[in-house]
């Protein structure tokens, strides 16, 4: 993917490859009548992404633990169970490894699991079968075979839970070559990405913004508005771009408000996609601003944020009025939920950061 | 097919004094009256911090609360039986087996505050190592640590020989770790006992999904002796974990006990068990509570209700006096996320620490 061939900007870019929308309730490209717009949280609009994948193919199955009866500890697949049958949403044994290696067979039957890890921190138990297998799998089978298989992990901070439970753990997958990785910041890409992420036939790991499944926003159930990697500018400003996924990008469109009244028009630029980046409209909007502040929950060390302030610098490297800064969590292990406030980029910090790009 | 669970009293309390308690019975009978006091107010009183612990997290006091009620029998009777020189990992529901150890139970407070992930000093703390959160894990740590236990070489002296009493459920189980575990225990004949408090769930997930098998009958297929018990008869607990723990010490090699319990409470203040049990399963396990049935034992003994309103007292001191030190927890200091991340010195730690402490100061010194 080469700048020049990405589309820019909010929602210019041309419609999925995959058209996702179910026949029989069809949108308003299929002639017949439009199903509008709902006010959803990311959790149900999740939970209908995932009802419209069942209902779209048979071959589409949930696996996790708790995520039938009870719903899931999120409740994101709360009546998928009942709706769908013990053989489409399992409730599986308690194993990870167990969880992602099963659904590697599965994938080779021809089903296309989703798989649900319970917490960002407990995916490591399943890290050989994810990093080592799954990602690997269509490349040794040299494209004899695909892996169309989506793991869905409920990532970061915010919610003031113990140990384990509030992890970024995007790193490591996003550094594995043959996985896809992909985090919604919104009820409505959170609606259209899942969907597109089961549809695909490449592995992808999705991880949901676990303090953003409660918020309220609109989605557009007729139109996804921006492919699975596509990249987005969600709000416009001359001064310095922000850059961010998942629950960040709440924060930094708190923070581009922020600088509004100190006098600074602060872009903003929701990922969306982790692998691959989507350079297009983050490399238009630096040659604009001439600045940059990536931010993430993850820690800083050989990160996502790291990867995309190294390419700004190699591809943007003329249009730069300062370095590009990176705010991240600290290099330590997530802390005590005491302490999250400290750790997590909040508005000030990103502040911080914008004021030194600009004092360049 | 299986046979019945090692139980030694019935549930009204009486004293089972069958052939098949034969080789258990002398274990209980070595106990002294107060040893076999020292059970109920144990369990009297860690129901009463559980009790006291949810109501502080329903208050906003902690940000999450992990019941052990039901479970009171199962952990007692095990942790008594492990001897001082014993080292004991634990999963996350053990509150009463911490406590018997030697851990204050503010520890596990402040932990489920979010004060920190544990901290203390296993060495310093009975033997009783941190609370494991990621299933299964830690049967591999006291497998690992058993095997370094005969690696040093046998003593001979069951007053002093250390053995390993890990905890883990029946969802972890499933677990690779606590499967590879079990292999490992078996290949070096660690000086170990897993300890599996079956209660039957592991959050929404019936055991039943776990298992075709009884559990115990796991380990034997990995060459390991296995016993299963009533996990809320407190005796049987005891002289199944203290006989296992004796054998595994003195060279016999890993055991495993199955004890059969109940989660009476919610999987956690965050879990609502109206979504997939039924109400009559708690009632059957209400009619079956660990702490009435050894009650019923004592008072035909002929423990007076001078000793239960004494530990009645005492369970209401525990509690009032961990809900005065709760409420005055001070925040950690916000520098303490950089310490001990490593134990030698690392720059990038010196350096965002340096940072950080920076960064507060520019606010006017109000971090
Ligand atoms: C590796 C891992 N996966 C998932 C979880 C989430 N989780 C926490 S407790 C639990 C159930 C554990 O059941 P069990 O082992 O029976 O112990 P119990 O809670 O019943 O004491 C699950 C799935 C976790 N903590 N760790
Ligand atoms: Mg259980």
């Known amino acids: ?360 | 097919m299986a046979s019945d669970p090692i139980r030694l009293l019935s549930p009204s309390g009486e004293l089972i004094e069958s052939e098949a308690n034969a080789a258990w019975l002398p274990v209980v009978a070595e106990l002294s009256e107060a040893q076999l006091m020292d059970f109920h107010r144990q369990m009297a009183v860690i129901r009463r911090f559980d009790v006291e612990a949810g109501n502080l997290q329903r208050q906003g006091q902690l940000a999450l609360w992990i019941p052990s009620l039901g479970q009171e029998a199962a952990q007692v009777g095990s942790g008594i039986a492990a001897r001082p020189q014993d080292h004991v990992f634990p999963a996350y529901r053990e509150h009463a087996v911490a406590r018997i150890r030697g851990v204050d139970p503010m520890r596990i407070i402040e932990l489920l505050r979010g004060l920190d992930h544990g901290g203390w000093d296993p060495k310093a703390h009975g033997n009783f190592h941190l609370y494991t959160l990621v299933i299964g894990s830690q049967t591999l740590h006291a497998t690992g640590y058993a095997m370094g236990i005969a690696f040093d070489g046998p003593g001979g002296d069951p007053e002093r020989d250390e053995a390993v009493l890990v905890y883990f459920g029946d969802g972890a189980t499933s677990q690779g770790d606590v499967s590879e575990s079990l292999v490992f225990a078996a290949s070096y004949q660690t000086p170990q006992v897993f300890f599996l408090q079956n209660n039957h769930w592991a959050i929404s997930v019936p055991v039943s999904t776990q298992s075709r098998t009884p559990l115990y009958r796991r380990a034997l297929g990995f060459g390991i002796p296995s016993i299963q018990i009533d996990g809320n008869d407190v005796l049987a607990a005891y002289a199944v974990t203290r006989t296992a723990l004796d054998e595994a010490r003195g060279g016999k090699g890993p055991r495993f006990v199955e004890a059969l319990t109940y989660r009476m409470g919610a999987h956690t203040s965050s879990d609502d068990p109206s979504k997939y049990r039924d109400e009559a399963e708690l009632e059957h396990w209400i009619a079956h509570d660990p702490i009435v049935r050894f009650e019923a034992f004592l008072r035909a003994r002929g423990a007076s209700d001078a000793f239960f309103a004494e530990v009645h007292e005492e369970a209401e001191e525990l509690a009032a006096d961990v809900r005065r030190r709760t409420v005055a927890l001070v925040p950690p200091p916000v520098t303490k996320i950089f310490d001990h991340v490593y134990t030698d010195p690392h720059p990038d730690i010196e350096e965002q620490r340096a940072w950080l402490l920076a960064y507060e100061a520019s606010f006017g010194g109000q971090a």
């Open chain 1, 1 to 360: 993917m080469t700048p020049e061939n990405q589309a820019g900007g909010l929602g210019t870019s041309a419609s999925p490859a995959i058209d996702l929308r179910d026949p029989a309730s069809g949108g308003p490209e299929d002639g017949s009548s439009p199903r509008g717009v709902q006010t959803l949280t990311m959790a149900r609009a999740l939970n209908e992404g995932l009802r419209a994948a069942l209902g779209a193919d048979d071959r589409v199955l949930l696996m996790g633990e708790d995520i039938g009866t009870l719903g899931g500890v999120f409740r994101v697949t709360e009546g998928l169970k009942a709706e769908f049958g013990d053989r489409r949403v399992l409730d599986t044994p308690l194993a990870e490894s167990g969880l992602v290696g099963t659904a590697i067979g599965l994938a080779m039957r021809g089903f296309r699991p989703v798989v649900e890890i319970q917490f960002d921190g407990f995916v490591y138990p399943a890290f050989d079968q994810i990093t080592s297998q799954l990602a690997k799998q269509t490349y040794r089978h040299a494209g004899s075979q695909a892996f169309p298989v989506v793991i869905r992990i409920p990532y970061g901070g915010h919610i003031g839970a113990v140990e384990h439970h509030q992890e970024s753990p995007e790193a490591y997958f996003a550094h594995t070559p043959g996985l896809r990785v992909v985090s919604p910041a919104t009820p409505h890409d959170a609606y259209w990405m899942i969907q597109e992420a089961i549809a695909g036939n490449d592995p992808v790991v999705f991880l949901e913004p676990k303090s953003r499944y409660w918020p309220k926003g609109e989605v557009d159930l007729d139109r996804a508005g921006a492919g699975l990697h596509e990249s987005r500018i969600v709000r416009r400003g001359a001064d310095v771009t922000l850059i961010g996924h998942g629950a960040m990008v709440a924060t930094l469109l708190d923070a581009a408000e922020l600088a509004e009244q100190e006098g600074t028009s602060a872009e903003v630029v929701d990922l969306r996609s982790l692998s691959p980046i989507d350079y297009g409209p983050i490399l238009d909007s630096v040659r604009r601003t001439g600045r940059a502040v990536v931010v993430q929950e993850a820690p800083q060390r050989v990160s996502v944020g790291s990867e995309i302030a190294a390419t700004i610098a190699e591809r943007a490297f003329y249009s730069l009025q300062s370095p590009v800064l990176r705010v991240s969590g600290y290099d330590t292990p997530f802390p005590p939920a005491k302490l999250e406030g400290v750790y997590l980029p909040d508005a000030d910090r990103i502040l911080e950061a914008v004021d030194r790009a600009l004092a360049y």
